[in-house]
């Protein structure tokens, strides 16, 4: 194995540690931090990731409530849900588990979400500021894990070419947006499905982040020698060797691309415990707000 492995857990472990000293301070002001978490629908992958999220508030002896309604719930309802959530002084952070279901308006839920509770940083609001470089908003977690990681790694982007792969408005997008802030001032290009001759794109990374969603996707062949690569994806594919008759594996495939990376993330335990942690730090960080008003 040539490359440095990037092992986001540790990295989410310590973070966890700071928040359980913030998370302390908060409990002798009075305040318990409070996430709740929206499914719609029994998605299994949705239903692990909130489980998981769940899990993470109750460790860190945080406030979680899990809503978890049916597929067929009528999007009035949702925004019902959401607007109680907005007015309970317990919850300080809200999230809707993406993808909600087709006949549901993705983009009147998130902006039904107070901004300030906005823990997902998906809000219209807290996009913007992100975009413009403004202090005050929430950041995505799964962008600001690996931001935080490379920091952690001591991986500087700086004047480096950032390759990211995929474009949603989870991972791509906002993970371009951060990095080419300046003071974080990567060079960064972003590739998606109609990108014409990817691997030429991708060969010409100093750090190439993949959030595409598609299982072993970035093969060796598309990464340049002593490359840093960092893998959001998360994808199921069947192994009837394995109990489950599944697993999960990202969007590089690992094996061979750890021969050519200078540095790489696993899948598990790579950028998933950042994301979960980075979600905590901005609960954390709506909670500390909530007494400043
Ligand atoms: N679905 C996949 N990733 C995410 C995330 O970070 N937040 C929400 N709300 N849904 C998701």
Do not use: W
Request: hydrophobic fraction near 45%; proline fraction near 5%.
């Amino acid at each position: 194995m040539g490359a440095r492995l990037l092992e986001g857990k540790e990295v989410a472990d310590r973070i966890g540690k700071d928040l359980a000293v913030r998370i302390a301070a908060l409990k002798e002001k009075g305040v318990v931090p409070g996430l709740a978490v929206i499914i719609v629908g029994d998605d299994p992958a949705s239903v692990s990731y909130v489980t998981m999220k769940g899990k993470a508030c109750q460790d860190l002896g945080m406030y979680s409530l899990t809503v978890r309604e049916p597929a067929d719930l009528r999007e009035e309802a949702l925004l019902h849900l959401i607007d109680e959530l907005n007015r309970d002084p317990k919850v300080h952070g809200i999230l809707v588990q993406l993808p909600v279901p087709g006949h549901i308006d993705v983009g009147k839920v998130i902006a039904a979400i107070d901004p300030k509770k906005d823990v997902d940083g998906f809000h219209p609001t807290n996009v913007g500021k992100m975009l413009i470089g403004e202090d005050g908003g929430f950041l995505p977690a799964t962008p600001y894990g690996i931001h935080v990681m490379l920091s952690a790694y001591g991986i500087d982007v700086a004047g480096k070419h950032v390759v990211v792969v995929g474009r949603s408005n989870i991972v791509g997008k906002p993970m371009a947006a951060m990095l080419m802030q300046k003071g974080i001032d990567a060079t960064v290009t972003v590739c998606h499905s109609r990108t014409r001759d990817l691997k030429a794109m991708t060969l010409q990374a100093d750090v190439l982040i993949s959030g595409i969603g598609k299982a072993l996707f970035i093969t060796a062949d598309m990464v340049k020698e002593g490359a840093v690569v960092a893998d959001a994806g998360s994808n199921r594919i069947d192994d009837p060797s394995t109990p489950k008759g599944y697993r999960f594996v990202g969007d590089v495939d690992f094996d061979n691309v750890k021969e050519k990376a200078s540095a790489i993330t696993p899948v598990p335990k790579g950028v998933g415990p950042m994301t979960i942690v980075m979600l905590m730090s901005n609960t954390v960080l709506a909670a500390e707000g909530s007494l400043e008003r």
